[in-house]
């Protein structure tokens, strides 16, 4: 219902250089519905834009799908552009102003289909928009527990910012990736054999570092690559 009432509100309406907000809001309600937070939040997602960019009102909204999404999305709109503010007190402004984390959750999913279009833009608004990101909504996704999220938020910022040391390391990560999956299972069976021996039932999960990960870590311990990623 979300998705035919958002494709009609929204149909080809767009931003200057970006994909339809049709479109971004598919692309936003896939990345909240792979962390798995319910329907209603990806509902949401998928409505985020029709208060901002359509003349649908929240009286009409709240009918259509309830109170709960309605106030979702209409506090998504009257967040608006926080980090235009520029303050290191932005991001305790934003949590005080948020009733519900599931609106941060859509902003940073928006944020990434944004960052993912940059590719489009001016060489000054990629650096631009990167900084905010790197400097703001990925350390905003990390204070929500959303790992995956301020990943890919660093990992797209860090691709405009430092291109050629970004296209570097992922070649580097992609040679070593069987390396990397054999080395990590091997570790992984023999902590899983530890733990039954002492009768307890877990489930052992790895992460491989991202790039800027690696970078950054590079860069402050003055490191190579290889010292890093092993």
């Not at 049709?22 to 834009?49: C, N, P, R, W």
């Not at 552009?81 to 009733?99: C, P, R, T």
């Not at 999913?109 to 960052?115: E, T």
Request: hydrophobic share 40%; net charge positive; proline share 1%.
């Amino acid at each position: 219902k979300a998705y035919k009432f958002a494709e009609i509100a929204l149909g080809d309406t767009a931003f200057a250089g970006r994909t339809s907000f049709f479109d971004s809001s598919i692309d936003a309600a896939k990345i909240v519905a792979e962390l798995g937070v319910g329907s209603q939040t990806v509902a949401a997602a998928l409505l985020h834009h029709i208060l901002k960019d359509t003349n649908v009102k929240y009286e009409n909204l709240k009918k259509e799908f309830g109170e709960e999404i309605a106030t979702i999305v209409d506090g998504i709109g009257k967040l608006g552009y926080f980090h235009d503010l520029g303050d290191q007190g932005v991001e305790a402004i934003l949590l005080s102003m948020s009733k519900d984390v599931r609106i941060l959750v859509i902003v940073l999913a928006d944020r990434i289909v944004f960052m993912k279009e940059l590719k489009k833009f001016t060489e000054i608004e990629k650096k631009n928009e990167s900084k905010k990101t790197i400097d703001f909504y990925a350390p905003l996704a990390h204070k929500l527990g959303l790992n995956k999220i301020k990943d890919d938020l660093e990992d797209l910022s860090f691709s405009y910012l430092e291109p050629d040391a970004y296209k570097d390391i992922i070649e580097k990560i992609h040679k070593r990736k069987k390396v990397r999956e054999k080395e990590v299972n091997k570790i992984k069976h023999k902590v899983e054999d530890e733990i039954k021996k002492i009768g307890l039932k877990a489930r052992i999960d790895a992460r491989a570092k991202h790039a800027y990960g690696i970078y950054r870590k590079m860069s402050a311990k003055n490191r190579e690559f290889e010292e890093i990623f092993d």
